[in-house]
């Protein structure tokens, strides 16, 4: 069974671009939430989907929006990216509905850098 | 709002040291509680977890009590080795859809 990848590794942008996110959940996997982390910080929750439906959202600006498909791989779309956004991005999936006893299974992350 | 207080780090043992790592928390009712771990370079991984009162998680010699009266959820290993040198975070969820997370706790073991 392979686990939650993500790509790319690393991204550098400019202020005001956009920039798309994957994420490749494990098979069998319903549920996929994204976390910002900032250098030194926790993860921080953007928002959750769950069969290609958002599930729940944190506190992040309608500029953060994504998409889950059939096959399990999910993206996140940031617009008019600002210098705060320099983040690790974190995704991460879940079997089945997710719910408070499930373990999420994180991928290494996308580290996002904007200049 | 929801919330998880972490000691903060650094935190330098000597292997076979002894560890705690305090986490507490801000929540109205009862929440499921986790102990993530992150390893360098690589992504979170849970470590344990407790989903009511009074429930201890355990797992590699880490442990766990959910504490409802300090709301509290304090990690402890008895003897550390150089292998637990990462980064743990404590964290909190109600419904399964939105986790909180702390600002995370830097373990360096030395030898």
């Known amino acids: 069974e392979t686990g939650v990848t993500q790509s790319p590794t690393h991204l550098i942008k400019t202020r005001g671009q956009q920039v798309t996110l994957r994420c490749s959940s494990q098979?069998?996997?319903?549920?996929v939430s994204w976390y910002q982390q900032a250098l030194g910080q926790g993860p921080q929750f953007i928002f959750q989907?769950?069969?290609?439906?958002?599930?729940g959202r944190g506190n992040f600006p309608p500029r953060f929006s994504g998409l889950q498909f059939p096959n399990y791989s999910s993206e996140l779309n940031v617009n008019a990216l600002e210098l705060d956004d320099s983040a690790l991005y974190l995704c991460?999936?879940?079997?089945?509905?997710?719910?408070?006893?499930?373990?999420?299974?994180f991928g290494p992350g996308t580290r996002l850098t904007v200049l | 709002g929801d919330s998880v207080t972490q000691m903060e780090g650094p935190v330098t043992l000597s292997e076979e040291a002894f560890l705690t790592i305090n986490c507490t928390y801000t929540?109205?009712?009862?929440?499921?509680l986790f102990w993530y771990v992150q390893y360098p370079g690589e992504g979170l991984q849970l470590l344990l977890k407790?989903?009511?009162?009074?429930d201890k998680g355990s797992n590699k010699g880490f442990e766990a009590t959910y504490r409802k009266e300090t709301t509290s959820f304090h990690l402890e290993k008895g003897s550390v080795q150089v292998s637990d040198s990462a980064v743990y975070f404590c964290?909190?969820?109600?419904?399964?859809?939105?986790?909180?997370f702390g600002t995370g706790t830097s373990l360096t073991v030395i030898p």
């Open positions: 989907y769950y069969r290609e439906e958002e599930n």
């Open positions: 407790a989903t009511k009162a009074d």
């Open positions: 929540a109205t009712g009862y929440p499921s």
């Open positions: 964290a909190l969820t109600f419904t399964g859809n939105q986790f909180y």
């Open positions: 991460a999936s879940t079997p089945g509905a997710g719910g408070p006893a499930n373990e999420q299974f």
């Open positions: 098979s069998g996997h319903n549920t």
